[in-house]
């Protein structure tokens, strides 16, 4: 991937500082971001402190600036405030990017002289949630890089000065850079719902200048999202837009994510494309170009997508799931293909490698009016027989990684191929399981896939038998 470059750590000498003395609660910092309610556990004070780290860092680095951007969400104007004023306090200078979509932030590191910036987002989460999307050197920050930010800002020594602070328009530069990449061969009606999200006036204009006739659904920006929860990973959430392309008789729908980084799409039929199907035809797309060429996934995928890569003649690589992970194995291994089934694609191909659900959807745009199959029956061939959306077994924040952990050491599978790359994941003969503690909330997921319902039952009452021997007392929703 274009401008990609290794970082090194950014804290030298011992200056390791546990953040347990009171300052911060531990859990907003996940595993690649930094998130948490935005009332109750983002104050103004914790803002700072991570602000303040974050502007030392960045001039450790020697990056001069930093880019600030944030959703639509009701509690983003007064952390962005909090978060900017203590940035200039460290003597960087902010470039204001204002609100918008998350890969816009990724866009901007890349067109402006500067690499480095923070995003104000509660992503997919409920409207009282927010967080910070972080990048430095143009890389997505991940598990350990977040610590760091954690104990420089619990030792509270930040760097002093006096920044300014300047305002740039990234959405016109953004704009001719698709434009001028995406090209659709024929005039498609496309529904778009944006989850009155970060994307809601930015993606149908995008869509309307590629020639596309729009219609546009909670395309209205409110952080309250009151068309649904703004998490695309939910299938219950692409209800409104399945039937909305059936009402209209549209080629596609898609839906974004409350920041735009996550995309989902519908058929003409209504039928929700699954991420994993998605990217086997983004993969089939690909490969026809770049034989013998690697495509990264995450362990949530199929593994009708890792036999299809093969058999096109590619390399499947499996990843933890998250996409600071994803772009990490893409970098390592020199993928320029990747996607997760949570709805983030990347695309080094032609684009910068991070994730960015619109330009997903424009690749599939191009990609379905070049060819000549219906579409559903295309979905059909590709999609497993039996399998299951992405499974939300709430659990304790405070424990969800410790039962994970017990559940991979305290089960038996002996008919299956275990993996615990991410969580437990056992293969069969007849299809497989995985369960894996979330990274961006309480809660254990799970899914399931095999070659007929009798089978799917079957794997997923083993692994209940297996879980509720470990801790009987979690509710086991599948």
């Known amino acids: 991937m274009p401008g990609i470059r290794t970082l090194k750590p950014f804290l030298t000498g011992n200056t390791k500082v546990a953040a347990s003395n009171g300052i911060f609660p531990e859990h907003i910092f996940r595993a690649y971001d930094i998130r948490g309610h935005a009332d109750k556990e983002l104050t103004d004070k914790v803002i ?113 000065g006096a920044g300014k602070v300047t305002q740039k328009n990234i959405i016109p530069a953004y704009l001719n850079k698709v434009r001028n990449d ?30 596309c006739e729009v219609i546009p659904l909670n395309c209205l920006i409110d952080g309250s999202f009151p068309g649904h929860p703004p998490d695309t990973s939910n299938e219950e959430n692409l209800a409104m837009l399945a039937q909305k392309v059936v009402d209209v008789q549209a080629d596609f729908g898609v839906a974004f994510d409350g920041d735009g980084d996550r995309l989902a799409v519908v058929t003409p039929a209504g039928k929700i494309i699954r991420s994993d199907v998605l990217l086997m035809l983004y993969a089939q797309d690909f490969l026809s170009r770049n034989p013998g060429a690697d495509v990264v996934f995450d362990v949530k995928c199929s593994r009708k997508l890792s036999t299809l890569i093969t058999e096109l003649g590619g390399r499947p690589v499996l990843c933890k799931t998250g996409h600071a992970f994803i772009k990490q194995k893409m970098q390592e291994t020199g993928a320029l293909l990747g996607g997760e089934f949570s709805g983030h694609m990347f695309f080094g191909e032609r684009w910068y490698g991070f994730d960015d659900g619109m330009y997903a959807a424009g690749r599939f745009a191009e990609i379905i009016t070049t060819q000549d199959d219906n579409l559903d029956t295309a979905v059909a061939e590709l999609s497993a027989a039996s399998s299951t959306p992405e499974i939300i077994i709430p659990v304790a924040e405070d424990y969800k990684f410790e039962l994970a952990n017990k559940i991979i050491k305290n089960t038996v599978f002996p008919s299956g191929k275990v993996t615990t790359l991410d969580g437990l994941r056992v293969d069969f003969n007849e299809g497989w399981g995985l369960v894996r503690a979330s990274n961006t909330g309480p809660a254990l997921t799970a899914r399931f896939e095999a070659d007929t319902p009798e089978n799917l039952k079957k794997i997923q009452d083993e692994f209940r038998d297996q879980i509720a021997q470990v801790d009987p007392a979690i509710d086991l929703n599948f």
């Open 182 to 211: 995406i090209a659709i061969a024929t005039p498609l009606k496309i529904v778009i719902d944006a989850s009155n999200g970060a994307t809601s006036e930015l993606a149908p204009q995008l869509f309307q200048q590629l020639g």
């Open 48 to 160: 700072a402190s991570i602000a303040g780290a974050i502007g030392t860092i960045a001039e450790q680095i020697g990056e001069h600036a930093l880019i600030v951007g944030c959703d639509g969400r009701e509690s983003s104007p007064r952390i962005k405030a909090a978060l900017i004023r203590a940035i200039i306090a460290t003597g960087r200078d902010v470039i204001d990017i204002g609100l918008t979509p998350t890969p816009l932030l990724y866009f901007a590191t890349r067109h402006l002289p500067c690499r480095s910036g923070i995003i104000i987002t509660g992503s997919h989460n409920p409207a009282d949630q927010n967080g910070l999307k972080i990048v430095m050197d143009r890389q997505t920050l991940a598990a350990g890089r977040i610590s760091e930010i954690r104990d420089l800002a619990a030792a509270g020594d930040f760097s002093i």
